[in-house]
Each structure stands twice: as C-alpha cells, then as structure tokens.
C-alpha cells in the first residue's frame, strides 16, 4: 500500500497550481470593485441580513453600483430578502453572471445556485462537464469560490453579508485582498452588547478600519446605549434604525422598502447611514 510519503510532490494534483490560479482570478474578478465592506455582528438575528439588504438598496438609490454577497452559505436570506429568489444564473465563460434586482443591485447567494431547498448545493450550468457539485463543509473554500467564480463587473460597492459568529470576519479578510472596512450590528440588549464587544474587538485586528457601530431595533427593548458602546471603542456611531414592523414585512415580500417607503422614520434613518458609509468609503 502506499502512503502519503511515497507520493512524489503533489501526486501530480498540481493542488498549488490550482489554488494559484484560482487567487489570481479572484484578484482579476475583484479588480473592478471599488469597496468590499463586510457587515457583522457576533450576534445572530440582530438584522445584519435585513440591513445588508436595505443598505445596498439605499446605495443604489444615491446612484452607486452596488452588488451583495451572501456569506451566509447555510443560512442564505439575501436573494429572498431582495426579491429574486428563483432567479436564473448565466454561467459563461467570464463566470457566473450575478442577477439584479429591480433597483439595479446585483446578489450573489447560495441560495440561487440550489434549484430546491432540499437539493445539494450544485452551480445550475447547462452542461454536465460545467456544473460544479459542492461538497463538504469547507465553508472558506466555498466563499473563495463564489468570489472567484462571480462576474461582478464594475461596482462602488460589494456588500458582504455575513453570517454570524466572531471567525467570520477573518476568513474573508484572509481572501479579499484590500477589504474597506465592517460595519457592526448591534441590537439595544446586554446580551447583544456583550456579543458585539468582542466582533468589534475581532474586527479591529483585521487591517480593514471599522466604518462604524448600527444599533438596529431601536425602541424594541430598553437596552444599553449603542452611542456608548461606540465611544467606548473609539468607533464611529453611524445611528439607529428602529424596529419597523413594515419594514420586516417588507422584506419577507422581498420589496425594497427604502424605495417604496421613502418617508418612514427607519427608512430615513437607513439613508442617513448609507450616506455616512458613502462618505467614509470616499475619504479612504
Ligand atoms: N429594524 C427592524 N425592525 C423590525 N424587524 C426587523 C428589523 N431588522 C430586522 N428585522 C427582522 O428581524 C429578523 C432577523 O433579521 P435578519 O436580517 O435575518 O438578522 P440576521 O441576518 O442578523 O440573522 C427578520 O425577521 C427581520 O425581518
Ligand atoms: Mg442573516
């Protein structure tokens, strides 16, 4: 029998060649992105998803080309969230195109690659020899994939949604070359506070700068203060949104709630975060 000392090299694998290779065209597909920013909370169900979602819409809105990344492979929520769920993937030779939503911003997700939910996770190609059956749990090597194999085009801005948990954040930091920046989520509860202290303690050891501290559910819960908790970091407060039944409403429907609802008090508070991002990005 042999063992894995008797295999010369890479037993012709060339597994370093293909990683290479895989590296640089995720180098070329990110070339034409402005700004990778990753949303985060150690928290889950604070709303990331939900404000990943709104956010990119309110960017498309101030006319940015904005595209989202749903990093939340078991869990994706995005393409329903934005109203494309169901939608079809072109697979051509510069990749996998990503479909737009109304507003014009273009979502990747796991979630569009399963033809049912109950299916394994397969690229939906027109050929046998194209479709690629993803296997295992190798979570990095998924999200290497998705962001070498997407066809992004030019865009100010790439929303990367993730999923929750402090490691996260520097799995993609290890794969994006020049990562912009992470916004954190946080709701008003202790729990959520003492979570999010330490995301934002992993996020500052990333090299990307931390664009800033949301409070989402404002009003939901009489909670510590959110503009504390970034003063206590050195970070900026980029605002509150407040629990809007409409606005959860609406993104279960999938409709952009920014666009349709222009007036609301959590639909002016999502512009003026926007803005502060837009802002924070320019000056890099
Ligand atoms: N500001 C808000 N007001 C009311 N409901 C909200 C708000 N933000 C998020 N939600 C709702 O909370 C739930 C969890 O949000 P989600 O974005 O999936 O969180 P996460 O991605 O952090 O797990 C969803 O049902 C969503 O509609
Ligand atoms: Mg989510």
Same mark, same amino acid.
């Given at each position: 029998m042999k063992r894995y000392k008797d295999i010369a090299g890479d037993g012709g694998s060339n597994i370093v060649g293909q990683v290479e290779a895989q590296q640089a065209r995720l180098r070329q597909r990110l070339g034409g992105v402005r700004a990778i920013v990753a949303i985060m909370s150690?928290?889950?169900?604070?709303?990331k998803s939900s404000l990943t979602a709104n956010l990119a819409c309110c960017l498309a809105l101030d006319g940015w080309r904005v595209g989202v990344l749903?990093?939340?492979?078991?869990? #994706?929520?995005i393409a329903k969230l934005l109203g494309i769920r169901g939608a079809r993937l072109a697979v051509g030779e510069a990749g996998v195109a990503p479909p737009a939503t109304g507003l014009g911003v273009k979502v990747m997700s796991m979630d569009l690659l399963l033809?049912?939910?109950?299916?394994?996770?397969?690229w939906d190609a027109p050929t046998q020899e194209e479709s690629h059956t993803w296997r295992g749990a190798m979570e990095a090597n998924a999200l290497r994939e998705f962001l070498a194999d997407?066809?992004?085009?030019?865009?100010d801005a790439l929303l990367v949604d993730l999923p929750p948990g402090t490691d996260r954040l520097t799995t993609l930091a290890s794969l994006v #070359?020049?990562? &912009?920046g992470t916004v954190v989520v946080t709701i008003p509860s202790d729990v959520s506070h003492l979570v999010v202290k330490k995301s934002i303690t992993v996020a500052g050891q990333t090299? &990307?700068?931390?664009?800033g501290l949301v409070e989402n559910m404002s009003g939901l819960f009489s909670g510590p203060d959110a503009a504390g908790l970034a003063r206590e970091f050195a970070i900026p407060f980029l605002g509150s949104v407040p629990f809007d039944r409409a606005l959860a409403a609406a993104g279960d429907r999938g409709e952009a709630f920014v666009a349709t609802h222009p007036e609301s008090a959590s639909v002016v508070a999502l512009r003026s975060i926007a803005a502060k991002i837009r802002d924070a990005l320019r000056s890099r």
């Amino acid at each position: 029998m042999k063992r894995y000392k008797d295999i010369a090299g890479d037993g012709g694998s060339n597994i370093v060649g293909q990683v290479e290779a895989q590296q640089a065209r995720l180098r070329q597909r990110l070339g034409g992105v402005r700004a990778i920013v990753a949303i985060m909370s150690g928290k889950g169900g604070v709303g990331k998803s939900s404000l990943t979602a709104n956010l990119a819409c309110c960017l498309a809105l101030d006319g940015w080309r904005v595209g989202v990344l749903d990093a939340d492979l078991n869990g #994706p929520s995005i393409a329903k969230l934005l109203g494309i769920r169901g939608a079809r993937l072109a697979v051509g030779e510069a990749g996998v195109a990503p479909p737009a939503t109304g507003l014009g911003v273009k979502v990747m997700s796991m979630d569009l690659l399963l033809s049912s939910d109950a299916s394994p996770l397969t690229w939906d190609a027109p050929t046998q020899e194209e479709s690629h059956t993803w296997r295992g749990a190798m979570e990095a090597n998924a999200l290497r994939e998705f962001l070498a194999d997407t066809d992004w085009g030019e865009l100010d801005a790439l929303l990367v949604d993730l999923p929750p948990g402090t490691d996260r954040l520097t799995t993609l930091a290890s794969l994006v #070359p020049g990562l &912009a920046g992470t916004v954190v989520v946080t709701i008003p509860s202790d729990v959520s506070h003492l979570v999010v202290k330490k995301s934002i303690t992993v996020a500052g050891q990333t090299k &990307a700068p931390i664009l800033g501290l949301v409070e989402n559910m404002s009003g939901l819960f009489s909670g510590p203060d959110a503009a504390g908790l970034a003063r206590e970091f050195a970070i900026p407060f980029l605002g509150s949104v407040p629990f809007d039944r409409a606005l959860a409403a609406a993104g279960d429907r999938g409709e952009a709630f920014v666009a349709t609802h222009p007036e609301s008090a959590s639909v002016v508070a999502l512009r003026s975060i926007a803005a502060k991002i837009r802002d924070a990005l320019r000056s890099r």
